[in-house]
Antibody, heavy 119, light 112 residues
Framework: QVQLVQSGSELKKPGASVKVSCKASGYSFTKYGLNWVRQAPGQGLEWLGW????????TYAQGFTGRFVFSLDTSVNTAYLQISSLTAEDSGLYFC????????????WGQGTLVTVSS | QSVLTQPPSVSGAPGQRVTISCTGS?????????VHWYQQFPGRAPRLLIYGNNNRPSGVPDRFSGSKSGTSGSLAITGLQAEDEADYYCLSLDRSLSGSRVFGGGTRLTVL
């Protein structure tokens, strides 16, 4: 069965960087796009962008270019989200999610990684 | 502020029917892009409920249905159950944002 397992919670100081991992199993990793979604505390879902797991080409939503970087290691079926120059506004639950077959929408989700930015 | 507008909250009694709207514009839903719906319980990952306006993934009860008309989409839940109490989000694409996916602001469903 499709599984996405994300790395554990992170506590970072302002200005630091964080790298969240998302390890996929149960399907052919390079056949489906991989999305990143954020949920700030008490807020709604926000699509950060997606990465083409076949080409490695990332697409970032408006407002998430520069400090946000999507990457892959296809040898271990893992996607990464790195965020640099963290501020308190980056705190939240970060999800990876695989596209549904033949649809450009997230269907299978990781459990989420809580990132807390605090001095 | 999302480009897709949902009511912040809706409520209904067990057994009733409720609907949740998702209002967009000519650059997203009105441009022909599909509407999709997710259910999320607090602290949990979202679950795809409806895709392509009115299709249910396997395992989703037929109490959940979707529709689309003009610049809006709608999620209907019939035979409301206590376990339906959750947050619901619509999703579409927006051509003014280079085809980015966009979520609605979310709707909290309360079962009275």
């Amino acid at each position: 069965q499709v599984q996405l397992v994300q790395s554990g919670s992170e506590l970072k100081k302002p200005g630091a960087s964080v790298k969240v991992s998302c390890k996929a199993s149960g399907y052919s990793f390079t056949k489906y796009g991989l999305n990143w979604v954020r949920q700030a505390p008490g807020q709604g879902l926000e699509w950060l962008g997606w990465i083409n797991t076949n080409t490695g080409y990332p697409t970032y939503a408006q407002g998430f270019t520069g400090r946000f970087v999507f990457s892959l290691d296809t040898s271990v079926n893992t996607a990464y989200l790195q965020i640099s120059s963290l501020t308190a506004e980056d705190s939240g639950l970060y999800f990876c999610a695989r596209d549904r077959h033949q649809w450009l929408i997230p269907e299978f989700w990781g459990q989420g990684t809580l990132v807390t930015v605090s001095s | 502020q999302s480009v897709l507008t949902q009511p912040p909250s809706v409520s209904g009694a067990p057994g009733q029917r409720v609907t949740i709207s998702c209002t967009g514009s000519d650059s997203n839903i009105g441009a022909g892009y599909d509407v999709h719906w997710y259910q999320q319980f607090p602290g949990r990952a979202p679950r795809l409920l409806i895709y392509g306006n009115n299709n249910r993934p396997s395992g989703v009860p037929d109490r959940f249905s979707g529709s689309k008309s003009g610049t809006s989409g709608s999620l209907a839940i019939t035979g409301l159950q206590a376990e339906d109490e959750a947050d619901y989000y619509c999703l579409s694409l927006d051509r003014s944002l280079s085809g980015s996916r966009v979520f609605g602001g979310g709707t909290r469903l309360t079962v009275l």
